[in-house]
């Protein structure tokens, strides 16, 4: 059982700054793959960035690539999401997501059902 709590959301204006921060509890130590997702209002829930264990691989949506950057301390089982330049169509309810599964080659890490594990969300909302 793996718990998760995300923390660091908030209103900024668009051209701002935020960072996410994503805590994992876990019985075991074990490796596991963390990423990011958001559900804007009335939308479905999409990849933001993912990242591997060893945090040597990270993998981007294409309309965050070049302003957001993940990365993860072990030590503390955190994972951090820096957004940079936001804009308004950033707003949404950000998720952390864990899965044991590594990335393989394969794309299931773009996938909401590709994740076991969840956190509750944090909102962040960009004003124009």
């Known amino acids: 059982q793996v718990q998760l709590e995300e923390s660091g959301g908030g209103l900024v204006q668009a051209g701002n700054s935020l960072r996410l921060s994503c805590a994992a509890s876990?019985?075991?130590?074990?490796?596991?793959?963390m990423g990011w997702f958001r559900q804007a209002p009335g939308k479905e829930r999409e990849f933001v960035a993912v990242?591997?264990?060893?945090?040597?691989?990270?993998y981007y949506a294409d309309s965050v690539k070049g302003r957001f950057t993940i990365s993860r301390d072990n030590a503390k089982n955190t994972v951090y999401l820096q957004m940079n330049s936001l804009k308004p169509e950033d707003t949404a309810v950000y998720y952390c997501?864990?899965?044991?599964?590594?990335?393989?080659?394969?794309?299931?890490?773009?996938?909401?059902?590709?994740?076991?594990?969840w956190g509750q969300g944090t909102q962040v909302t960009v004003s124009s």
């Open positions: 997501a864990v899965d044991l599964k590594g990335i393989d080659g394969s794309t299931w890490y773009r996938s909401r059902y590709g994740y076991e594990y």
């Open positions: 876990a019985r075991t130590t074990r490796s596991f793959t």
């Open positions: 990242i591997t264990w060893s945090g040597g691989s990270t």
